[in-house]
Nanobody, 125 residues
Framework: QVQLVESGGGSVQAGGSLRLSCVGS????????MTWFRQAPGKEREGVAA???????KYADSVKGRFTISQDNTKNTLYLQMNSLKPEDTAMYYC???????????????????WGKGTLVTISS
């Protein structure tokens, strides 16, 4: 059974940092491209950062220079280091995996093979 489990969310003040983790199981992690998405209340889900199987990365303009995506294939774990957080970063954050879709932050929900259930990030001003 495939599972993606996110953790690391929480409530911090603006300017603070958080590191999200996403552990994958039930599939060959290293074969899949990974993407972090987020969905703020009343807004559509958006791609935040992506990493492919060769370690290449892509970021949304809104997080470039503040967020870093990385992964440890030995631990089947994806990370999102978030620094200089802003209130507008408040959202539910999801990780997703896909065998073919790589470095595409515009992909829709149906475009990814597997999704986690999300972890909530709340940034106060």
């Amino acid at each position: 059974q495939v599972q993606l489990v996110e953790s690391g969310g929480g409530s911090v003040q603006a300017g603070g940092s958080l590191r999200l983790s996403c552990v994958g199981s039930g599939y060959t992690y290293s074969y899949y491209c990974m993407t972090w998405f987020r969905q703020a209340p009343g807004k559509e889900r958006e791609g935040v950062a992506a990493i492919d199987t060769d370690g290449r990365t892509k970021y949304a303009d809104s997080v470039k220079g503040r967020f870093t995506i990385s992964q440890d294939n030995t631990k089947n774990t994806l990370y999102l280091q978030m620094n200089s957080l802003k209130p507008e970063d408040t959202a539910m954050y999801y990780c997703a995996a896909d065998f073919r879709v790589c470095l595409d932050l515009e992909v829709g929900v149906d475009g990814m093979d597997y999704w986690g259930k999300g972890t909530l990030v709340t940034i106060s001003s």
